[in-house]
């Protein structure tokens, strides 16, 4: 049965990059695009300026298994970016931005939940995770040159604040 994560974690071509290498080889889908705002057709141009305070986000499509399962997603998401910066990563600065879990259900959200809890005792202790985790909303598809831009354009802008960071 596939199933559907959504993380936002500043510019929406480096999340999925991140998750793309990490899981290298799995079964699952990515796409980037907008979600968690208020405007009903949001383009690149709009959600750049904030004002549609939707997030730039990667939508990801798997079949849970061992290796790639939510609690997993879940955790890798707050290695491969800084969760305690609020409304920013690295140079990408605004609330388009920001860390957001976008859950698909009641389950999604306590799992989310609970790997929060375990990753600020364990990781950040002193620091505040500031990550959202809130009910997804409607998503819309960034424009095609937005998808796997960084395939399509290896020498192009990847956001340095992706890194694990344990």
């Known amino acids: ?10 510019c929406f071509w480096g999340v999925e990059k991140a998750f793309q290498r990490f899981y290298k080889g799995e079964n699952f889908e990515t796409a980037v695009g907008y979600t ?3 405007d009903s057709s949001p383009d690149y ?6 004002s549609t305070k ?3 986000a990667l939508q990801i499509r798997y079949t849970p298994n061992e290796k790639i399962n939510y609690p997993a997603l879940v955790e890798f998401f707050y290695r491969m970016h800084d969760p305690t ?3 920013s990563q ?10 957001v879990i ?4 009641a389950e999604q959200e306590r799992i989310a939940k609970q790997v929060t809890a375990e990753v600020q005792e364990k990781h950040y202790k002193g620091k505040t995770i500031v990550t959202e985790i809130v009910p997804a909303g409607e998503w819309f598809d960034a424009e095609e040159y937005h998808q796997k831009y960084l395939d399509k354009n290896p020498e192009g802008y990847e956001c340095p604040s992706h890194f694990l960071r344990w």
């Open 90 to 99: 690295g140079p990408d600065v605004g609330t388009q931005y920001r860390s």
């Open 102 to 105: 976008f859950t698909h259900g």
């Open 85 to 87: 910066t609020l409304n």
């Open 54 to 56: 939707h997030a730039e």
């Open 36 to 38: 968690g705002g208020s």
């Open 45 to 50: 141009k709009k959600v750049c300026t904030g």
């Open 1 to 10: 049965m596939t199933e559907i994560a959504t993380f936002a974690a500043g």
